[in-house]
């Protein structure tokens, strides 16, 4: 699905909507070095190389695919 | 002193041979696990801390829904030229963590963490150890190559766990933990469920043309249960805190979606620690949820976040606002308590104005979105419809633990998702666990020690040392990190375990 400025937006049908509430006050973000995870770019992920991978995959192999009930 | 979360995740792993028929799933853990044997099997885990009737309201159950079943399998392996220790195969690793067969499925439980970085290291060296143990296997056999997945169902009715642990008081009353969490629970999938192809319920009835948010809400049956195979609860009641009984309690969570985001993982442990926090502290917001049980299913098919829950009190709210209420007395109350806590608020917040808003940005940190980004993309090329099975067998395939198939492992190589820590710390967690938790303690004791451990488990370590009987290092009651330290040093500096009492 394309936005108005012609980029594809996969999200673009789902629905938007106002906060619901009051978020109250927001904690300040973290510094680089605060000890907390960091947080790497991801790129855009690559649609025609996913789709290669995913073309490969056995259309079939779910309705195979049997397991015992686990915890 | 407040009692430190740790906190760790135990993952059953789905296990298959492409192309086999008749696959055997107890023989084939079994051997998956003792794949990753570089010696001969050693039997050294102690199951005496275990009881599974024991239950956290104060009563001790006479059976399990699941006891007649396992009575059934057990009959049908006691035919079988091993005995029940050696089909479970239960491994202590170098890093603290046990490795084994659990309900015929290869299980990875992490050593006890304190960090959310260390957490997301060990659940994904976790991945990596089950696949190196597949690549042996894989080597040794002629045919049927062995496959693995992290994932929680089968599509035809069979789901399999991913258990999140944490370590807390025994002061506070199971009421309080019930009221408090459930909401929490109920509607954490909006940003930790893995997404799923198909409806479908306990050993039945599976249905396509759906996608839905999380893996395991359509298993669960109930809202507070001790059994954990057949009426699923939504918090389970299990009693077992492996650590001082008089002190602690181990809230063990088994409605959560095996997540292949670290992103994922690490926001639905941080959030959970950030609302027992609360609990703990009184400071919980009130929501009454009039069915626990309808609504994690109901949120789970709603992904427009839009569905408002029925609530006793006639204020019926969306996922979204609840876990708002949740976030605002969060961010008021624990603001400042620690750079974990601060980076947990502000991604909280963070996810939850994205998933109400432009989702794109959550591809590679939120499993069901990155899947649904990727089925739809599929689609999209293909032309299809949610009723075809190729997107269950895409769906599968997501959480295929092989860097060369599977799809999210795919992304992440691609860099397309959001890392949260570096390969070399994951590399790290295969070999040795948290400096700071009796997790990375019985991880040294193996690495240093393995000839003279006499039985393992997760709360002492018995050395065959003794003179007339094993010594025994306790742990039940080791979760300060400066204790931990010193008994690291000690280890690590030990020429034999005696030594260790020596000093």
Known sequence: M??????????????????PIDPGPRPPAPKEDSGGPKRPDAGSPNKDDM???MRKVDPKQAERYRQRTGE | MPTPHLFGIETEYGITREGMPDLDPVVESMELVRAYLTQPFEQSWDYSGEDPHEDQRGFRVSSLQQDREEDQFAELDSHRPFS?????????????????????????????????????????AGERIIFRAAQKRNQALQSYPVKLYKNNTDFHGHSY??????????????????????PFLVTRQVFAGAGKVGVEAQERDYVSGVFQ??????????????????????????????????KYRRLHLILGDANMCEYAT???????????????????????????????????????????????????????????????????????T?????????????????????????????????????????????????????LASLDLEYHNIDPNAGLFLSLEAAGNTRRLCEDSEIESAIHAGPSDTRGGIRGLCVSRFRDRIHSVQWERVLFKDGLIKPKTLEMGDLFDPDQVGVLREVLEQASSPSAVWDK
């Open chain 2, 266 to 336: 690490a926001l639905k442990v941080g959030t959970t620690r950030v609302v027992l926090e609360m609990i703990e502290r009184g400071i919980c917001p009130s929501v009454d949820l009039a069915d626990p049980v309808s609504a994690i299913k109901a949120v789970s098919l709603d992904l427009t976040l839009t569905a408002v829950l029925p609530c006793t009190s006639g204020t019926d709210l969306s996922a979204l606002d609840i876990q708002r209420r949740y976030v605002d007395a969060a961010a008021k109350a624990l603001i400042g």
């Open chain 2, 161 to 182: 766990g991913c258990h999140d642990n944490y370590l807390m008081s025994r002061d506070t009353p199971f009421e309080d933990l019930a009221s408090g969490l459930i």
């Open chain 1, 51 to 53: 789709l290669k991978r």
């Open chain 2, 84 to 124: 029940f220790r050696e089909m479970k195969s239960d491994l202590v690793l170098t890093n603290g963590a046990r490795f084994y067969n659990d309900h015929t499925h290869p299980e990875y439980s992490t050593p006890e963490c304190r960090s959310l970085v260390d957490l997301v290291a060990h659940d994904r």
């Open chain 2, 338 to 390: 620690d750079a974990e806590t601060d980076w947990v608020l502000t991604e909280w917040q963070d996810v939850l104005d994205q998933l109400a808003g432009d989702r794109s940005a959550l591809v590679g940190s939120v499993d069901w979105v990155t899947k649904q980004w990727l089925l739809e993309t599929f689609m999209e090329s293909e032309h299809l419809e949610w009723s075809d099975p190729w």
């Open chain 1, 2 to 19: 394309l936005d108005s400025n012609g980029v594809d937006e996969p999200f673009a049908h789902f629905e938007r909507r106002e906060r």
């Open chain 2, 213 to 246: 948010m999380s893996q395991r809400a359509d298993f669960m049956e109930t809202q507070c249960s001790v059994d954990t195979m057949h009426d699923r609860p939504i918090l389970n009641t299990r009693d077992e805190p492996h650590a001082n009984r008089e």
